[in-house]
């Protein structure tokens, strides 16, 4: 039988071809039906709210063009009131006096004020007389703009108003024209003020739509989309086409039409550009613009409603499908509870019968159970108290090994805190308080560490949680060995540190509880040496920094070596220790992903070897 053939796989498998997957594929079909059912309820919301902000953008286009045009409306009526103007009319040969450059001078400073494009004066037959742009290559002066209807209306004593592409400098404007009249009080010419529109579509172009304007005859000259200038938005009909070329509107520039077709989608007008062998369909909206008998026209993509659209019903599927699949896992739960329970039927049912059987044989064997009962009764108990005194006898150990690794701890730390007392009393009654507050905080960093150090020993049996820091070796070197300062007495100590060491990652408390330890073994192998020195160095090895603690006493044998860490093993004479300290020092550099390793020095002496994990100078710019 293969080793993935059990009766749990097996039932697995029959689940899966019990399955009744007509009703499946007919809930996943009805699933998907539902999706399409609401896809047109999902796209239409997503272009309602398209709508929505396609017509505040209408809202706002609309305000600023017209009240653009509404600055220049009244200009004409408010210049041709001037004086000096009427008086210009009066003159015959009016275009080549010097009146005439004097007006040309002083409408090109109204102009500059007004920030119009150019504003300029006709004489009762067309010809300008003065302008703005009089001293610029393509002056209005002598220009005859009679067939423009603008000049039309204000000869006539109206007021004009009329968008075109300029003849002469070939830029689109709008033009607002008004009558003047000499000094008679007869008209006699008119004058004309052009306003200039890119700087509007230039900020048209910032928006995400597109927005064109039409005018009476339904040719865009407004748009942000330069390709669809000088085009029919409106089926060009004959006569509009032939207004629009009497009028000169648009110059000599051709006007042709766009490839536009308009629908309905989920409800809502839309329109379809297609530009060359692309197709994209708009939403559209639109304004009338009465003052200039213009419409402004707002077309917003419907691409992204789209997508948006099949985002929301791809994930109303993909809930289904979820709440299909919880309901086919539920079923085989279902199923594989109902036949466990049928299993367990089956075997209570096989085990009444085998107890029946047996019961015979037991009513047989009935005197000789009694018999026996009495002795396993007894054995039990003895049994039972054999190990209740071991489970005792078990704590009471546990707990002598807790005690005794807690006394070897925190003995260094102890030590030092006596210390600190003795000099701390010794400096308050010669009144250094400074110096005998600092002693007291030396003892209550002290205690700190006892107590972390309890902690430690407390959890020994399991991992600690306690997070890693990156901390700089040195810097817990010289922890190490101002704790130990007092037991150091007469021992030098050399110590090798390059400044530019990578940093380690550790526990503080921990750490300095392993160099403690290292150190204090180094100084009590120093006890009958006759060299009193400890040697400390540190280098860079790849993932690690290798820390090498040397003393100059007996070294370590082979045999010892292979034995140092156990727990309790120790050389030393009886009352001088443990032999604990090794131990929880080489369990801790192994939480912190390090080693410990102890080995002879060829010249004599013991090297303990402590590797730490490097922080890369990168990783420990980000911690």
Not at 363 to 389: F, G, K
Not at 417 to 424: E, I
Not at 525 to 554: C, K, N, S
Request: aromatic content about 6%.
């Amino acid at each position: 039988m293969a080793m993935n053939d059990t009766p749990l796989s097996r039932h697995r498998h029959a689940a899966w071809r019990d399955l009744p997957w007509v009703p499946v594929a007919g809930l996943v079909a009805a699933f998907v039906l539902v999706a399409w059912a609401v896809s047109g309820s999902v796209l239409g919301y997503y272009l309602a709210a398209d709508r929505t902000r396609a017509q505040a953008t209408l809202q706002l286009t609309h305000q600023v063009l017209e009240g653009h045009l509404r600055r220049f409306q009244t200009v004409p009526d408010l210049l041709a009131d001037d004086g000096d103007l009427r008086a210009l009319l009066d003159a015959p040969g009016a275009a080549d006096s010097r009146d005439a450059a004097a007006i040309s001078a002083w409408l090109a400073t109204r102009n500059a004020l007004l920030d119009s494009s150019v504003i300029y004066v006709m004489g009762d037959d067309g010809i300008t007389i003065a302008s703005s742009n009089h001293d610029q290559p393509d002056s209005f002066v002598g220009q005859d703009f009679a067939f423009r209807p603008y000049f039309t209306a204000a000869i006539a004593g109206g007021r004009g108003r009329y968008f075109a592409l300029g003849t002469t400098s070939g830029v689109r404007g709008y033009y607002f024209a008004a009558p003047v009249r000499n000094t008679a009080g007869a008209i006699a010419g008119v004058i004309a003020v052009k306003v200039d529109l890119d700087m509007i579509e230039a900020d048209w172009r910032r928006q995400t739509d597109a927005i064109i304007v039409t005018d009476a005859e339904g040719v865009v000259f407004l748009s942000t989309q330069a390709d669809w200038l000088y085009q029919g938005f409106l089926p060009l009909t004959a006569d509009r086409v032939a207004r629009t070329v009497q009028a000169r509107r648009y110059a000599d520039q051709p006007v042709g039409v766009l490839p536009v077709s308009r629908s309905q989608m989920q409800g809502l007008p839309v329109i379809a550009m297609t530009p060359g062998t692309a197709q994209r369909t708009y939403l559209e909206v639109s304004a009338p613009m009465p003052l200039a008998d213009w419409t402004v026209h707002v077309l917003r993509d419907t691409s992204d409603a789209r997508a948006q659209a099949r985002l929301a019903v791809a994930a109303i599927l993909l809930g289904l499908c979820i709440v299909a699949g919880l309901g086919i896992v539920w079923w085989q739960r279902r199923d594989r509870l109902a036949a466990r329970l049928a299993a367990q039927d089956a075997a209570k049912v096989e085990l009444e019968r085998r107890v029946a059987e047996r019961t015979a044989d037991l009513a047989r064997m009935n005197a000789q159970i009694r018999d026996e009962i009495a002795e396993r009764r007894a054995t039990e108990a003895a049994l039972r108290r054999t190990q209740a005194d071991l489970v005792q006898a078990g704590k009471l150990a546990a707990l002598g090994q807790m005690s005794a690794a807690l006394s070897h701890e925190i003995n260094q730390p102890l030590a030092a805190a006596r210390n600190y007392a003795d000099s701390a009393a010794i400096l308050m009654s010669r009144g250094d308080l400074d110096r005998a507050q600092a002693n007291v905080g030396q003892i209550v960093m002290l205690i700190d560490r006892m107590a972390a150090i309890a902690r430690h020993l407390r959890h020994v049996a399991r991992k600690p949680d306690t997070p890693l820091k990156v901390l700089d070796l040195g810097a817990e070197v010289d922890g190490a060995l101002a704790l130990l300062a007092n037991r150091l007495g007469d021992v030098t100590v050399i110590r090798d540190i390059a400044p530019r060491l990578p940093r380690v990652r550790a526990g503080s408390v921990r750490l300095q509880q392993v160099l403690s330890n290292v150190l204090a073994n180094a100084v009590d192998a120093l006890e009958d040496a006759p060299l009193r020195r400890i040697e400390i160095a540190a280098q860079h090895d790849g993932d690690f920094v290798l820390l090498t603690i040397r003393d100059h006493g007996p070294g370590v044998a082979g045999a010892i070596a292979d034995r140092i860490f156990d727990p309790f093993f120790t050389t030393k004479r009886v009352g001088s220790g443990l032999g604990l300290g090794l131990s929880i020092s080489y369990n801790i550099l192994k939480d912190f992903g390090g080693d410990l390793r102890v080995g002879t020095h060829p010249a004599g002496g013991a090297v303990f070897t402590i590797a730490l994990q490097a922080v890369a100078t990168d990783r420990m710019a980000a911690e």
